[in-house]
């Protein structure tokens, strides 16, 4: 089993940044994608980014490129979000997810953070 646990978060005003981290223990040689997701009050939870874990290729739903960076730190197991340039619109509950087959589920979550944007 993988356990993730995030950290960071909190209140920034628009135009801010924050950054999110996400540390991995227990079945890391599992993992082969690691994704950021987000989800709004009242909405579906939605894919932010993803990374794959050894190789550092990147994903960025439209929303947010340009602003948000991934990355990984594999010698510690972890997993950020840079976050600027931030809107009012990216309010939300943030979670890391791993995934060890590319293309399959998200079989691990972290335990979500709020992140939010005052205008």
């Known amino acids: 089993q993988v356990q993730l646990v995030q950290s960071g978060g909190g209140l920034v005003q628009a135009g801010g940044s924050l950054r999110l981290s996400c540390t991995a223990s227990g079945g890391t040689f599992s993992i082969s994608r690691m994704g950021w997701f987000r989800q709004a009050p009242g909405q579906e939870r939605d894919l932010v980014a993803t990374?794959?874990?050894?190789?550092?290729?990147?994903y960025y739903t439209d929303s947010v490129k340009g602003r948000f960076t991934i990355s990984r730190d594999n010698a510690a197991n972890t997993v950020y979000l840079q976050m600027n340039s931030l809107k009012p619109e990216d309010t939300a509950v943030y979670y890391c997810?791993?995934?060890?087959?590319?293309?399959?589920?998200?079989?691990?979550w972290g335990q979500g953070t709020q992140v939010t944007v005052s205008s």
């Open positions: 997810a791993s995934q060890s087959r590319v293309g399959g589920r998200y079989e691990y």
């Open positions: 990374i794959y874990w050894s190789g550092g290729n990147t």
